[in-house]
């Protein structure tokens, strides 16, 4: 009888290198998942749904309904695997890399001229201005501005600290959004949009669409800032203690999108939203049918667009209250404490430094965002931007050792074959395949060959 190891070693020969049939790839799959459900007890509950899974795998038409079995139980994994344990096995063990490394989505891109693309740039270019225009105002404490140049310098200093509160808003929204679903920014949630960025990193994607999607708005309210603080500074000293918890205000804003997008998430789900119809184009809706089947996956995209009406809502309100508290204390300014206007540390100093510290986090964010923006990291979003074509097998380079360590484990179960130790080749992977199996032959048979062997000799 032909061992398991054997018919590998065929396969090799016969596909070559890189390429193992479809048949044995999918025993790759079954002998992971049996490893990882070896390490748990018979009735916990990710055991019973490993043990689901691989009866589905011996089904398996074909590899692609292979991949998509093992894809969805790492997504029904993900959410009951609290502790991480067996999520972390596989990906030590290289599952991820093995089943995603090769995407299974052909990925599609929005195009350099594109309005995403320019609004991003355009934030960008913004943040720039932002900090030159602080540096100009923390220099207006050393050196004495002239009397019409002092409240153009103040004006737009407030402007600037406005749409650094904004666009602080915004990208810590959009973190909280990819990372609560990421194909709704990864393949774009309207009906034009497609990938802005090519990564699957979320930070990287959250940096990105909260600068593009909040530039336009902010940029509005920046204005609106600069000119009535331009007008206030003519009459009365402005009130610019008051940036510095408007750029607090924003982020923890953010905080309360995000508790609001979860509680929608959940009545969704409570109320059996009806989740089929998913996605604005055709390319969305592939994405999403193997990124996220599940109805919790779904429940997020949908809650997503929620936490976006919420911020398009209720965030130009806060606004309009921070623009109105603005003018009204700068109005009361000889009712409140005098330092409160006067003191260089806290009308020029503190607010600079707030609006410094925004500066550099949007530099380090940018140069992170530029950094990562084609990173392709091994997980089921990730997308086939460099060829024409999706690769379907799976990816065994770095993982060979631990396959056949598993093909070997399977095909000692079965056939009572070791591993030819003398093979120890371990550069390709003909090497792991190749090795001759040894018969075991037992002890007091061989003391009866050797004793036929010398009488027939004598």
């Known amino acids: 009888m032909t061992s398991a190891a054997e018919e590998f070693s065929d396969s090799m020969q016969r596909y070559g290198k890189s390429e193992l049939g479809e048949t044995k790839q999918i025993e790759i799959l079954s002998f992971i998942l049996d490893d990882a459900k070896k390490k748990l007890s018979i009735d916990s509950e990710i055991y019973i749904l490993i043990a689901n899974h691989q009866s589905i795998l011996k089904t398996a038409k074909n590899l692609k309904i292979a991949i998509e079995t093992v894809n969805e139980f790492i997504i029904d994994l993900e959410e009951i ?45 913004a943040i720039i201005r932002s900090t030159l225009f602080t540096i100009l105002f923390a220099a207006s404490a050393f050196i004495s501005l ?215 986090t949007f530099a380090a964010a940018g140069a992170y965002m530029l950094a990562n923006r084609n990173k392709q990291l091994d997980d089921r979003y990730r997308l086939e931007f460099d060829r024409a074509e999706i690769e379907p097998n799976l990816y065994l380079d770095e993982d060979m050792t631990y396959v056949q360590s598993l093909i070997d484990s399977n095909s000692n179960n079965e056939t009572k074959t070791m591993t030819n130790p003398l093979a120890s080749d371990k550069s390709v992977y003909g090497a792991f395949f190749a090795r001759k199996p040894v018969h075991i032959i037992d002890d007091a048979l061989q003391v009866e060959l050797d004793y036929g062997y010398r009488s027939a000799c004598i």
């Open 81 to 125: 695997d609290k502790d991480g344990l067996t999520i972390n096995y596989l990906k030590e063990h290289g599952l991820y890399r093995i089943l995603y490394r090769n995407p299974q989505i052909m990925g599609e891109e929005l195009p350099l001229d594109d309005g995403l693309h320019k609004l991003l740039r355009e934030g960008f270019r």
């Open 146 to 360: 002239p009397f019409w140049l002092a409240p153009i310098v103040t004006g737009l200093f407030v402007g600037s600290s406005a749409y650094l509160s904004g666009i602080l808003y915004g990208v810590v929204n959009d973190i909280f959004a990819t990372h609560a679903n990421l194909p709704y920014f990864l393949l774009g949630h309207q009906r034009q949009q497609k990938s802005l960025l090519r990564t699957n990193d979320k930070v990287a994607q959250g940096i990105a669409w909260g600068v593009a999607a909040t530039h336009g708005p902010v940029a509005l309210v920046a204005l609106i800032f600069t000119v009535v603080a331009t007008i206030t500074a003519c009459f009365a000293p402005v009130a610019t203690f008051l940036l510095p918890v408007m750029m607090i205000a924003m982020p923890l804003i953010a905080i309360g999108a995000e508790f609001f997008a979860r509680r929608k998430a959940r009545e969704y789900i409570i109320a059996e939203q009806d989740f089929t119809n998913i996605g604005a184009n055709q390319y969305q809706k592939n994405g999403l049918e193997f990124m996220c089947p599940t109805a919790s996956e779904r429940a997020a995209w949908y809650a997503n667009s929620d936490r976006n009406l919420f911020g398009f809502t209720k965030v130009p309100f806060i606004g309009l209250g921070a623009l109105i508290s603005l003018v009204v204390l700068s109005a009361m300014n000889k009712s409140l404490p005098s330092m409160l206007f006067s003191s260089p540390i806290i009308a020029i100093a503190i607010p600079a430094a707030f609006a410094a510290m925004a500066c550099i």
